[in-house]
């Protein structure tokens, strides 16, 4: 096979699939909107079930489900009727995939979801199939044929029904008024989780760990304090303790430019006033946000009351894997 011979059916590949899936916007209809309005009234899980090419797109069509704020889960249909049936309770639905909407493993399911009165969705390429007649709602998956030239392997249909299930997954989670952040409780793992849900204080140094020094400190004590500390930098507290100013690394480069003898000069002599500043509940990217606006390596945490309560570096940012 020839390398134009190769590109040529990759081409074709997707064109074929490009407008199988333009065809799938026509139906989005009455019937996708009953379905939508049958998962939004369950009062359990969506339970999806398809065999073979199908049950694959299934799995995927759970998982998007679940991490969107419809709790969902895959059961194999062979496995059903084997006893995983019992996972499914009276008040869950099923979502029964089938291309040909006549797989014998799934049909075997009906009598017994019709028993349990557990209301049901199919999607199948066929509206007169066994599948389809028995469900509530069917939702069309059709093709005219597959991108297999030999009109076999399943390729469009199962983009088609791919797209079918990210669909009813938006459309619930637009209704459900899903947001970032719950999308972020069902991916604490992940980097969009982190960013989402880490916390300066989840990370920040407090306590012991906070550099902290007087207005009247003498500068080559604030030093030793800076250096014991590691943060390159230090906060100055007023005789209350409230905050008024670092000092930092770069402070003492324009020291040692300026001659400023270190052991006679104080903190109030040298330091910046009004730092940047971060609460212990601003997220974590938000806070490398401003490290990186203001090109600043840590910031201080303070309180309500502008008490210092900890320091972030960046450096406990990158390690979170807020990035």
């Known amino acids: 096979m020839t390398q134009d011979l190769v590109l040529q059916a990759g081409q074709r590949t997707v064109r074929m699939e490009v407008e199988a899936v333009a065809e799938l916007e026509k139906r989005i209809n009455g019937e996708f909107q009953r379905a939508c309005e049958m998962i939004l009234q369950c009062r359990g899980?969506?339970?999806?079930?398809?065999?073979?090419?199908?049950?694959?797109?299934?799995?995927?069509?759970?998982a998007t489900l679940a991490s969107t704020g419809t709790p969902s889960f895959f059961v194999h249909p062979g496995e059903a009727s084997h006893g995983d049936l019992g996972m499914i309770t009276r008040d869950d639905l099923v979502i029964a995939i089938s291309n040909s909407g006549s797989s014998a493993e799934v049909l075997t399911l009906l009598p017994l979801l019709?028993?349990?009165?557990?209301?049901?969705?199919?999607?199948?390429?066929?509206?007169?199939?066994?599948?389809?007649?028995?469900?509530?709602?069917?939702?069309?998956?059709?093709?005219?044929?597959?991108?297999?030239?030999?009109n076999l392997a399943?390729?469009?249909?199962?983009?088609?029904?791919?797209?079918?299930?990210?669909a009813l997954a938006v459309a619930l989670l637009e209704a459900r008024g899903f947001t970032a952040e719950d999308f972020a409780f069902s991916h604490?793992?992940?980097?969009l989780g982190r960013r989402l849900l880490l916390k300066v204080e989840d990370v920040m140094h407090a306590g012991d760990e906070l550099?902290?020094?007087?207005?009247?400190?003498?500068?080559?004590?604030?030093?030793?304090?800076?250096?014991?500390?590691?943060?390159?930098?230090?906060?100055?507290?007023?005789?209350?303790?409230?905050l008024i100013g670092v000092f930092t690394?770069?402070?003492?480069?324009?020291?040692?430019?300026?001659?400023?003898?270190l052991d006679i000069a104080t903190m109030e002599q040298v330091m910046s006033r009004r730092p940047k500043t971060v609460s212990a509940d601003t997220l974590?990217?938000?806070?490398?946000?401003?490290?990186?606006d203001y090109k600043i390596t840590a910031l201080v945490v303070e309180d309500e009351a502008h008490f210092p309560i900890g320091v972030l570096h960046m450096h406990d940012i990158l390690r979170a894997g807020v990035i």
Do not use: W, Y
């Not at 019709?114 to 059709?142: C, E, F, H, W, Y």
């Not at 604490?188 to 980097?191: E, K, L, S, V, Y």
């Not at 690394?249 to 003898?261: N, P, W």
């Open 45 to 62: 899980r969506a339970i999806v079930t398809g065999m073979g090419k199908s049950g694959h797109i299934g799995r995927k069509m759970a």
């Open 211 to 242: 550099p902290q020094v007087h207005t009247d400190t003498l500068l080559s004590q604030a030093l030793l304090e800076m250096t014991s500390k590691g943060f390159g930098m230090t906060t100055i507290v007023d005789p209350k303790g409230e």
């Open 154 to 166: 399943p390729t469009s249909s199962t983009t088609v029904t791919l797209v079918m299930g990210d």
């Open 114 to 150: 019709k028993r349990l009165s557990i209301p049901m969705i199919s999607m199948t390429g066929k509206r007169d199939s066994p599948l389809a007649q028995a469900a509530d709602v069917n939702l069309d998956i059709a093709v005219q044929t597959e991108a297999c030239p030999l």
């Open 284 to 292: 974590a990217a938000e806070a490398l946000r401003i490290m990186e």
């Open 188 to 191: 604490p793992g992940g980097a």
């Open 249 to 261: 690394d770069g402070d003492l480069r324009r020291v040692i430019d300026q001659k400023i003898e």
